[in-house]
């Protein structure tokens, strides 16, 4: 089945150590984004690649980079995880983006529970 | 612009029925309807676009208001596995902005 797989499920770090998120998908979308997402709040997009084209969020940290290096894969790196970045991360496709329809339709991976000590 | 959702949360029994509301200060070209159940990513249900139609799934439905910039999702009869966190999302410039979410809890 297409899908959208996130490696690891669970991710313990410490405080400042660099964490990398692994996400990858199966359904040839253009299109991939990371969320963060805390509890009881909704998932608050930090960037998204259109094809190898990097679109980053206006207030998402320099903190938090990421890389795409083919279409099925895209890493999300924290380069000093502080105890505020204790949070669900969110990998999702779509087709295209924008006024797009269904083609604008996401389609979201398990996420990566990341806690930080 | 974060469309709104309302209410915020809702608490029903099984067996009762449930709209949760979703508007945008913008027009409106598409809306798409997410379940989030705890400690789960979000699940495409459904998208509605410009038109005013109605879309189903399961039990569950909802409708697209152009003009007054509003989509309303439907639960009917309820069941426990509708319990969870719906998201309404609006199409932006590159991207879809998703509400605030409204807590759905189904008790027996």
């Known amino acids: 089945d297409a899908m959208v797989i996130q490696n690891p499920r669970y991710q313990v770090t410490q405080f400042g150590k660099p964490v990398t998120l692994s996400c990858s998908q199966t359904l040839n979308h253009n299109v991939m984004y990371w969320y963060q997402q805390k509890s009881s709040q909704a998932p608050k997009l930090l960037f998204h690649y259109y094809d190898k084209d990097f679109n980053n969020e206006a207030d998402t940290p320099d903190n938090f980079q990421s890389r795409r290096p083919n279409t099925s894969f895209c890493f999300l790196d924290i380069r000093s995880p502080g105890l505020g970045d204790a949070a669900m991360y969110l990998c999702?496709?779509?087709?295209?983006?924008?006024?797009?329809?269904?083609?604008?339709?996401?389609?979201f991976g398990p996420g990566t529970r990341l806690t930080v000590l | 612009q974060q469309p709104v959702q309302s209410p915020q949360a809702v608490i029903l029994r099984e067996g009762e029925d449930a709209v949760i509301n979703c508007s945008s200060s913008?027009?409106?070209?598409?809306v798409h309807w997410y379940r989030q159940k705890h400690g789960e990513a979000p699940v495409f249900l459904m998208i509605l676009l410009k038109g005013g139609e109605q879309k189903g799934h399961e039990k569950i439905s909802a409708s697209f208001n152009e003009k007054k910039q509003q989509s309303s999702l439907y639960l009917t009869a309820s069941q426990l596995s509708y319990s969870g966190t719906y998201f309404c999302g609006t199409e932006g410039a590159q991207k879809l902005v998703f509400g605030q979410g409204t807590r759905l809890t189904i008790n027996p």
């Open positions: 913008k027009a409106l070209y598409s």
């Open positions: 999702a496709t779509s087709r295209d983006r924008g006024r797009a329809g269904p083609l604008n339709t996401q389609y």
